[in-house]
C-alpha cells in the first residue's frame, strides 16, 4: 500500500488553520495514523484509526476520512506545531507503510 | 514513564552485521507488539519490522526482507533487530516503537541509534 501526502510544504502563519492530505492506493478503510515530528526528536502519535486523538493530543488536531483520502486538520496553528506530519497505515498489519510526510512551516 | 532505549548502532562496513537492542522500561513489554523504524538522514520515517507480542507474527519491509531478523525477549524487555549483509542504503536513525494495543499505533518512541554503513 503506497501513501501519498501532500503537500509536500506548507507555509502558513500562527492562528491559521492547516490541512493537510494523505491518500491511499487501495481502501484502507479507517486503518490511518498521523505522527508529528519536530526537528531533531523522535516522533509522536497524534491520530489513530483516522480520526481518534491519541493521549494528550490538544483538541486543535483533529483527522477524519475512510477509505483512501484522508486529512489531518490543525484548527489554529501554534508555534510548536510547525513540524513535519507523516500518515502511516496498519491495514496490513503487522506490515506498515508510512507517507512521505508534509513540512509544516512558518510564512 | 514508560521508555524506550535503542543501542548498539554503528559504523560498519557494507556487507557487516549489526544488532541494535531497544531496551523497555515503565509498561508491561510482555503485552505489546513491537516495532522498527527507520529514518535516513534528511528523509521521511520508514517502517522496518514489526513483531507481535508473543513473536507468533512477523512481518518486514522488503527492503530489508531476508537480510534483517526482528526478535524479542519478553523476560528481559529487550527488542531486537539482527541487521545482516549490511549496504549504505541502510545508513540511518534506527528507532523502536511500541504499539498501543488495539487498535495499532505507534504511541511510546526511543530517541534512536545511528547505524552508518561505509567503507
Known amino acids: 500500500i503506497v501513501l501519498t501526502q501532500s503537500p509536500a510544504t506548507l507555509s502558513l502563519s500562527p492562528g491559521e488553520r492547516a490541512t493537510l492530505s494523505c491518500r491511499a492506493n487501495?481502501?484502507?478503510?479507517?486503518?490511518l495514523a498521523w505522527y508529528q515530528q519536530q526537528p531533531g526528536q523522535a516522533p509522536r502519535l497524534l491520530i489513530y484509526?483516522?480520526?481518534y486523538r491519541a493521549t494528550g493530543i490538544p483538541a486543535r488536531f483533529s483527522g477524519s476520512g475512510s477509505g483512501t483520502d484522508f486529512t489531518l486538520t490543525i484548527s489554529s496553528l501554534e508555534p510548536e506545531d510547525f513540524a513535519v506530519y507523516y500518515c502511516q497505515q496498519r491495514h496490513t498489519w503487522p506490515s506498515l507503510t508510512f507517507g512521505g510526510g508534509t513540512k509544516v512551516d512558518i510564512k | 514513564e514508560m521508555q524506550l532505549v535503542e543501542s548498539g548502532g554503528a559504523l560498519v562496513q557494507p556487507g557487516r552485521s549489526l544488532r541494535l537492542t531497544c531496551a523497555a522500561s515503565?509498561?508491561?513489554?510482555?503485552?505489546?507488539?513491537m516495532y522498527w523504524v527507520r529514518q535516513s538522514p534528511g528523509g521521511g520515517l520508514e517502517w522496518v519490522a514489526g513483531?507481535?507480542?508473543?513473536?507468533?507474527?512477523?512481518d518486514y519491509s522488503d527492503s530489508v526482507k531476508g537480510r534483517f531478523i526482528i526478535s524479542r525477549d519478553n523476560a528481559k524487555n529487550s527488542l531486537y533487530l539482527q541487521m545482516n549483509s549490511l549496504r549504505p542504503e541502510d545508513t540511518a536513525l534506527y528507532y523502536c516503537a511500541k504499539d498501543r494495543g488495539y487498535p495499532p499505533a505507534m504511541d511510546v518512541w526511543g530517541r534512536g541509534t545511528t547505524v552508518t554503513v561505509s567503507s
Open positions: 484509526d483516522a480520526s
Open positions: 515503565g509498561f508491561n513489554f510482555g503485552d505489546y507488539a
Open positions: 513483531i507481535s507480542w508473543k513473536s507468533d507474527n512477523i
Open positions: 487501495q481502501n484502507i478503510n479507517n486503518y
